[in-house]
């Protein structure tokens, strides 16, 4: 497709100022946002266009920010204006299918692409012009509570037509009911509907007729890229006469054999003689047999006079359009030993279908289906459609076809399974309290009562463990402990967790070169932590403090003083400096130095020169009662003596320098401001200032003071003068020009290439161990300042320290490595080798609670791997047959044995463990 091919007819208007385009934008997505309803339109807009046009004006800056001078707002706005608007690299082909625009393929919503509302885009094509237009409909989705979601890739399905097994792909919303689809592919061939028969054709076999016409396509469990058939009658007859009777409608398909035992899943109806067999220690797997809960080819292999769970458990999952997320989930819970067991035998008294919070059973059912379909012998593998048309019901956030994460999917489904088979029908309400100074084994317990008093089921039973929380109130001390459950672990990893800053430490005294140091502080940490570190890495003296600083443009953008303004505002790409300064540096004359090249702009312009600002701005104090303009020499040299060149130190070239009446950086002008804008010093007249004044020689520069717009004002000539308001921070400009270059080493001043700027490279991760990353989910850290404590003692929020300890360990130990990080601006995924033990996981030591008979040692029997990056990766599982001692690979539906010295990846993301009796 060319771009003229693709571009939007609609004649461009006069652009906007880019503030107003912002604003009107905003206000489109805001009414937008607060009106949201099914059936709304939104558009695909090509992510390197939006974030070309959001840059443009600014999108995510506050313009009306007190912290922006009217000159930086304007530079804000010099970004270059967008072009047209160009979505042809979205588009498969430029072709159109039905009422749908073909879409490459695994597009990443935020790196390919965004979502506008339909008047967003209407608004930028008439600034931009540009297109195609892509319109997608808003789905409402949900169970309890409506959930959004925009149906990006519409359902893909693969019609075979019986007549002449042609085939033809049709693209239909997945909201669209089956007798929306019928309509469809009768229009589509121009054939009489009563004529018509659709089957689920899922491999190739005849699933089941879809017949329910107001059922939803999800509803009928057709999934992407799957097949359906076409069947149409002929002279009265369908294809074969196979399954219909003389009315055309479908036969039972389902042979009862009088012999067989009674078959029966919880809550499912009986079939047969009335009573049960067991093949060795289990129940058979059985059930109503309807298309809506059990996929036919489950039901043959079910039905079949072999029959029998054999242990094997070696049955891959098809993936049904990128599914392997949910795949990976699965096949480390059918081989948690305590749920196999619990699932292949009767559980139908422990459902719960009156629990508010639950599903009324139906995931519970679901999923013991598809474990006793994985446990059946004779299988190689199991489409899970049921499974997951029950999950796209309960859990909209995993419907349709894109990529998720198992470890969500497996917090949702252990929850899930918990409360539709909770043993307590009707919950008493248990009030909270405190422990009063009661011992914690006293306390622990009574918590876990109550918690058992509410919760009651096999997840519990295996699953749960208990931690201890400790909060300390930093201003009255106060401390609050809490024991609560835990269903998993998230442990952080240590590279995570952590980060690498670099500061450049300035001497206030001129004693040291400019020194950039490189520590490592915690990424939810705050200043104090980065002071602390940098205190150490440079050793700081006990007379000494560290002024912290952010540098923009040759310009201090400001001084961070909060110790506790969290280091999360602080980009990898922030250009930090420290100056050390006397530990009472708050109570003295602080001086702020700023350098300005000076150079002539032409020779017949005899007394024009352009002055830019270079180099990083010093900062000295004047010690207590110094305010005069000697005062201020002195100051300025010693902390400029550490770049005097070596010639400069020859007595010779000294005295050269004396008798020269001033060839140091010149001193434009000092301005006395506390937070002001600089002056420019135009109206100044420039002087030089002495590098070495001789004896009764008085320095020949020229004072001046600001009012608080920064204008020049009272000039002060005479070096006895003093300064007026002594609280005030002196403001100073030096002039260097190519003598002052020639003396004086300006290359210190500047920002070290690669030294602050290398927040976007990657590194080699260093592998770490599973207890360091234990280590750093227990260590204390402060709370982050979204999470602030409510202290009851200061009846304040305050950022407390907190501590977790394990407390309660559960049989079954899930611990989640935390690879991915996500915030506004950047996805991110930690590939580190984590080494984990795979026999005799010891965690006694991080139990704090003494009196146990439990023992704290653990075995590796699954893991659930995530290979590759962010949205486009794919999931797999490793899975150990206890009664073989064996692992095996489950990738997908394909399934090999593997050594277990072959387990231990850097794409192991979730493990399971169990505890070893």
């Not at 003396?743 to 207890?771: M, W």
Request: glycine share 6%; proline share 5%.
């Amino acid at each position: 497709m060319t771009m003229s091919e693709g571009l939007s007819p609609v004649s461009c208007s006069l652009p906007c100022f880019p503030e107003e385009e912002k604003e009107i934008v905003k206000e489109l997505i805001r009414a937008s946002e607060a009106n949201l309803k099914e059936g709304d339109v939104f558009c695909l807009i090509s992510s390197r266009w939006w974030r070309e046009w959001k840059e443009y004006v600014r999108f995510d800056v506050n313009m009306g920010h007190s912290n922006f001078s009217k000159k930086q707002k304007e530079g804000l706005l010099h970004t270059c204006r967008p072009g047209q608007i160009d979505n042809s690299e979205l588009i498969l082909n430029g072709m159109n299918n039905g009422d749908f625009l073909d879409l490459r393929g695994n597009l990443l919503e935020g790196e390919d692409y965004d979502l506008v509302p339909l008047e967003v885009w209407k608004k930028l094509v008439e600034w931009y012009r540009g297109g195609p237009e892509i319109p997608r409909k808003l789905l409402s989705e949900g169970f309890y509570s409506k959930n959004f979601s925009v149906e990006v890739y519409p359902l893909c399905l693969c019609l075979i037509d019986a007549r002449d097994n042609s085939e033809r792909t049709i693209r239909i919303s997945r909201k669209a009911s089956v007798g929306e689809l019928y309509k469809m592919v009768c229009t589509l061939f121009e054939l009489d509907q009563a004529k018509v028969i659709i089957w689920d054709y899922f491999k190739k076999n005849k699933s089941s007729m879809l017949t329910k016409m107001d059922q939803s396509l999800d509803e009928a469990t057709l999934h992407m890229d799957q097949e359906i058939l076409l069947e149409v009658q002929l002279d009265g007859l369908w294809p074969s006469n196979f399954g219909m009777d003389s009315t055309g409608n479908e036969m039972a398909l389902v042979p009862i054999e009088p012999s067989r035992s009674s078959m029966s899943i919880a809550g499912g109806p009986t079939i047969s003689n009335g009573h049960s067999t067991r093949l060795g220690s289990y129940f058979l797997p059985g059930n109503n047999f309807s298309s809506s809960q059990r996929d036919s080819d489950d039901v043959d292999d079910i039905l079949c006079n072999e029959t029998k769970v054999d242990g094997r458990g070696l049955t891959g999952l098809h993936n049904l359009g990128n599914t392997c997320f949910m795949n990976s989930a699965i096949q480390c819970l059918v081989h948690t030993s305590p749920l196999l067991e619990f699932f292949l035998q009767d559980y139908s008294e422990e459902i719960n279908k009156k629990n508010p919070l639950g599903m009324q059973g139906e995931l519970a059912i679901a999923f013991g289906e598809l474990l006793r379909a994985l446990w059946s012998s004779g299988r190689t593998s199991v489409a899970p459609r049921a499974f997951k048309g029950k999950l796209a019901r309960f859990a909209p956030q995993f419907s349709g076809y894109n990529q998720h994460d198992s470890q969500e999917l497996l917090a949702f489904l252990l929850d899930g399974l918990h409360e539709d088979l909770n043993r307590v029908r009707n919950k008493p309400y248990i009030e909270a309290k405190d422990a009063n100074g009661r011992p914690d084994e006293e306390f622990a317990d009574e918590c876990w009562e109550y918690h058992r008093a509410r919760n009651d089921s096999v997840i519990v039973d295996i699953c749960q463990g208990q931690y201890k929380s400790t909060l300390v109130c930093p201003v009255c001390r106060k401390v609050s402990v809490t024991f609560d459950p835990f269903m998993y672990l998230s442990l952080p990893m240590p590279s995570a967790i952590m980060r690498k800053m670099t500061v450049t430490v300035f001497s206030g005294d001129g004693s040291a070169l400019p020194m950039p140091y490189t520590v490592t502080v915690s990424k939810n940490g705050c200043c104090r932590d980065l002071v602390q570190a940098l205190s150490i890495a440079c050793c700081l003296k006990s007379y000494e403090a560290l002024l912290i600083a952010e540098v923009h443009e040759h310009q201090i953008h400001r001084y961070i003083e909060n110790i506790f303004e969290p280091l999360s505002g602080i980009k990898d790409d922030d250009y930090l400096v420290a100056y050390r300064l006397p530990s009472n540096y708050n109570k003295l004359r602080r001086i702020d130095i700023f350098h300005r090249n000076v150079e002539r702009c032409a020779p017949e312009l005899l007394y024009s020169f352009s002055r830019k600002l270079l180099g990083t701005p010093l900062v000295t104090c004047l010690p207590e009662g110094a305010n005069s303009g000697a005062d201020i020499h002195v100051a300025v040299r010693t902390v400029l003596t550490p770049l005097l060149r070596a010639k400069a130190l020859l007595p010779s070239h000294r005295a050269k320098t004396i008798n020269m009446n001033g060839c140091g950086p010149s001193l434009d002008a000092i301005a006395l401001t506390d937070n002001h804008t600089l002056p420019n010093g135009k109206d100044l007249p420039a002087s030089n200032m002495d590098t070495e004044p001789t004896a009764n020689r008085s320095p020949s520069f020229q004072l001046a003071m600001t009012d608080q717009r920064g204008i020049s004002g009272i000039a002060i000539r005479d070096n006895n003068n003093t300064f007026l308001a002594p609280e005030s921070s002196i403001k100073l400009f030096l002039d260097w020009s190519q003598r002052e270059h020639e003396l004086y080493d300006a290359s210190y001043l500047e920002d070290l290439p690669g030294v602050h700027h290398s927040g976007n490279k990657k590194t080699r991760q260093e592998p770490v161990s599973l207890f360091s990353c234990l280590d750093a989910f227990l260590k204390e850290e402060p709370l982050g300042p979204e999470d602030m404590w409510y202290c009851p003692a200061c009846k304040e929020h305050r950022q407390a320290m907190k501590k977790l300890d394990l407390w309660r360990l559960p049989e079954i130990l899930v611990v989640h490595l935390k690879r991915f990080s996500y915030n506004r601006f950047v996805k991110n995924k930690l590939e580190t080798f984590v080494n984990f033990p795979v026999h005799n996981l010891d965690l006694t030591k991080y139990v704090k609670k003494s009196s146990t008979t439990e023992s704290h040692l653990y075995e590796l029997y699954a893991i659930s791997n995530h290979y590759g990056g962010l949205g486009g990766g794919h999931y797999t599982a490793y899975a150990k047959l206890i009664d073989e001692g064996r692992w095996y690979h489950f990738d997908d539906s394909h399934v090999s044995p593997v050594g277990e010295e072959s387990i231990k990846t850097a794409a192991a993301y979730v493990l399971f463990y169990q505890r070893v009796k």
